[in-house]
């Protein structure tokens, strides 16, 4: 069995580490920077080691025990598998396990029970469980899918500022206020547009539900087209058996109001978060690996 095990949470927002012992307590926390693998992995990989090393700094263990460490992480970006096996061949420690995370959030929202879960941030994913059977819908990234996330949600709202701008579509005082972020200078915006990961896209989604708020007509339109790609996920989750759903992730509450009235009755609060499903895996996971090599 493994000294010490870690549980990482990487996302496209920041990644968390918590260090525990081979039973999973844990011993530490710490975070870091993004950990999306797929946009950007060299960044993921210097985020990733930064929060290990601060649980373990937390935990009052020496850093140098991180390459002893087993650990599992739960990672953005892990469904391409030229980016898992670039960051795994890179990792420091002395066993890792990269899985989705989604799995991660999975376990922690739901623990050991059959239901469903849909991730709500940076990007999006919806993963559903009944036995040991998990399945995956969406998570394909912000250029092909992650519909719904705050950086599909940021992206259009950038887009109808260009398009209000251009008086091809009515102006609101969410428009307004985006292109005075950009000096009132459309240049700026494609500039901006041009260079942007998904997690610069997506600080723009709150002021969407802050604006909706105030009935702002083009907040309202583009929240409702959102939230019925969520609602048309949730379908298929729900078509498929799952009649416990958790909604996670930052922008889980404020898009909650806004899904079908059908979903409503089966939402339920999460019992933990991705960072303390990451570590019940890993300490099933090692333990038995511990019992295979005994």
Request: glycine fraction near 12%.
């Amino acid at each position: 069995m493994p000294h010490y095990i870690l549980g990482i949470d990487g996302g496209g927002t920041s990644c968390r580490a918590a260090v525990a012992d081979a039973k999973g307590r844990i011993l530490g926390r710490g975070k870091s920077g993004a950990a999306n693998i797929l946009t950007d992995p060299d960044n993921a990989l210097i985020h990733i080691v930064g929060a290990a090393t601060a649980a373990f700094e937390e935990a009052n263990i020496a850093p140098s025990e991180i390459g002893s460490a087993s650990a599992l992480l739960g990672l953005a970006g892990s469904n391409v598998g030229d980016a898992v096996h670039y960051v795994q061949g890179r990792l420091p420690f002395a066993k890792a396990d990269i899985e989705s995370d989604g799995l991660i959030a999975l376990q922690g929202a739901l623990g050991d029970s059959d239901g469903a879960v849909a991730i709500l941030g940076t990007g999006s994913i919806y993963i559903a469980r009944q036995g040991s059977d998990v399945r995956y819908i969406g998570g394909w990234g912000f250029q092909i899918g992650d519909l719904g996330s705050g950086a599909r949600l940021g992206h259009a709202l950038l887009q109808e500022s260009l398009l209000a701008f251009d008086h091809i579509h009515p102006s609101s005082p969410l428009t307004d206020a985006v292109m005075a972020e950009f000096n009132s200078d459309p240049r700026d915006v494609v500039e901006f547009a041009r260079v942007a990961r998904p997690g610069e896209f997506g600080r723009f989604a709150p002021k969407v539900f802050a604006f909706a708020e105030h009935n702002d007509p083009v907040a309202i339109t583009l929240l409702r087209a959102s939230a019925q790609t969520i609602d048309e996920a949730l379908d298929v989750v729900v078509a498929r058996g799952s009649r416990r759903l958790c909604l996670l992730g930052g922008l889980a509450p404020l898009y909650r109001p806004w899904l079908a009235k059908r979903h409503q009755p089966l939402f339920v609060e999460p019992e933990a978060d991705a960072l303390t499903g990451s570590v019940a895996l890993a300490a099933k996971r090692f333990a038995a690996d511990a019992r295979e090599r005994a």
